[in-house]
């Protein structure tokens, strides 16, 4: 398009919709990429309880982050008391929303495969991961979590390549990922 053309209001709606979308990703990722810093923080320091809080933290907003890519309503529970939520995504999704609720680890990992066809996880370690985040985050259970960490390493690599960062760039966990300029 030339100086001097216009594209419709139909058309300008669309791209600011989808720049605000992009902008929710990024703070996804963003969110993703403090956490996985903490967790392996947290490993170095051997305080393991942590890594199996933060490092499925990581995994829950950079997953989220792939789901809202593709449709924010994908990140809603398929729940009575997210009406609102559904409602307020599917009009006029913005992650500004402080009563905005959204899936668990559980589901989201669930929906991702079934979004994108696979994860590099099976389902039992998948369990294992929710089971000692859950523990550590409501009875100070610290399970191993070096599987965790592994895990979600994993997890989180696929996610930003499904997110569209190339393998061995900058934007590898461990390296930065989503991290603004």
């Not at 051997?46 to 890594?51: C, R, T």
């Not at 997953?63 to 449709?71: D, I, P, R, S």
């Not at 009575?80 to 680890?105: F, H, I, M």
Request: hydrophobic share 45%; aromatic share 4%.
């Amino acid at each position: 398009m030339s100086d001097g053309e216009h594209t419709s209001p139909a058309a300008d709606r669309r791209k600011f919709e989808e720049a605000l979308r992009l902008r929710d990703v990024q703070h996804l990722a963003a969110s993703a990429s403090v956490w996985m810093q903490e967790a392996m923080n947290a490993w170095s320091e051997d305080e393991y309880g942590k890594v199996a809080v933060l490092a499925p933290l990581a995994v829950e907003h950079l997953g989220k982050a792939v789901l809202w890519q593709k449709n924010p309503v994908l990140v809603v529970p398929l729940s009575p008391d997210a009406e609102a939520s559904l409602a307020k995504l599917a009009t006029r999704p913005t992650l500004t929303d402080p009563k905005l609720r959204t899936v668990g680890l559980k589901t989201l990992l669930g929906r991702i495969e079934t979004v994108t066809g696979s994860l590099p996880i099976n389902q039992s370690r998948r369990t294992r991961m929710v089971e000692i985040r859950n523990g550590a985050m409501h009875i100070a259970s610290s399970g191993t979590s070096r599987h965790v960490l592994i895990d979600a390493l994993m997890l989180c690599n696929a996610f930003l390549e499904q997110l569209g960062q190339e393998p061995g760039t900058a934007a590898r966990v461990g390296d930065g990922f989503g991290q603004a300029a």
